[in-house]
């Protein structure tokens, strides 16, 4: 079962502006995550945020968590052509030791030059 | 480097015929798990490992099998392979406990004809 749904479903931009996805989830966690994948490889792991903190940052990466509105956004700025890819908010539940992730259905990306 | 690799890469097999994708890692990880990733369904998880000799059912696990003998390999095995099995198969391995990312294989893309 799909725990987090993400929106938009797709984003296009031009370099240099800032994309925003947001992520929405249903039942508590014990953290979420971003996770990045180009084309049909594997994803990568991008940045992981804990039920107790709001936001975090990465290097151009930015990413705020509402526990309240089960909700999470993730900021790239000043995107690059690099960029284009799926990003994937997962969630990992409060049992099982935490590992177990649930992946929501993605946000492609697109940055054009 | 520390990495999960699949193989094979690509497979096209036909209806029926046993197959058994492969998975190793070299970090030393407890957990372990197998995805499978369709358009518009997003990842979702077929089965897990916690450690050696623990396995377990994720949310799609019909018409699969894995074992975990050692901790670095977590292979999947389709004992009858059939169409609606066409997908594109990820393994992925974290420490045990929360708060850690997964680290991700390149992904199997299996067609079953």
């Known amino acids: 079962s799909q725990q987090g749904e993400e929106d938009p479903q797709a984003l296009s931009i031009q370099e240099g502006e800032n994309a925003t996805m947001n992520c929405s989830y249903k039942t508590s966690i014990n953290n979420l995550q971003w996770y990045r994948q180009n084309s049909g490889r594997g994803l990568v792991h991008l940045i992981l945020i804990r039920s107790n903190e709001r936001e975090k940052h990465s290097g151009r990466l930015r990413v705020t968590l509402d526990t309240s509105k089960k909700s999470s956004s993730l900021l790239i700025t000043a995107s690059r052509a690099a960029d284009t890819a799926s990003y994937f908010c997962?969630?990992?539940?409060?049992?099982?030791?935490?590992?177990?992730?649930?992946f929501g259905t993605g946000t492609q990306l697109k940055v054009e030059l | 480097e520390a990495q999960v690799t699949q193989n094979p890469r690509y497979l096209i097999t036909v209806t029926g015929k046993k197959l058994t994708v492969t998975c190793s890692q070299n970090?030393?990880?407890?957990?372990m798990s197998w995805y499978r990733q369709d358009p518009g369904l997003g990842l979702r998880q077929i089965y897990y490992s916690m450690n050696v000799e623990v396995t377990d059912k994720g949310d799609v696990p019909e018409g699969y099998k894995v074992s975990r003998k050692e901790k670095r390999n977590f292979p999947l095995i389709l004992e009858s392979p059939s169409p609606n099995q066409t997908s594109l198969y990820f393994c992925?391995?974290?420490?045990?406990?929360?708060?850690?990312?997964?680290?991700f294989g390149s992904g199997t893309r299996l067609t079953v004809v």
């Open positions: 970090m030393n990880h407890e957990y």
């Open positions: 992925a391995s974290t420490p045990s406990g929360k708060g850690y990312g997964y680290t």
């Open positions: 997962a969630t990992a539940g409060l049992t099982g030791g935490g590992n177990k992730l649930t």
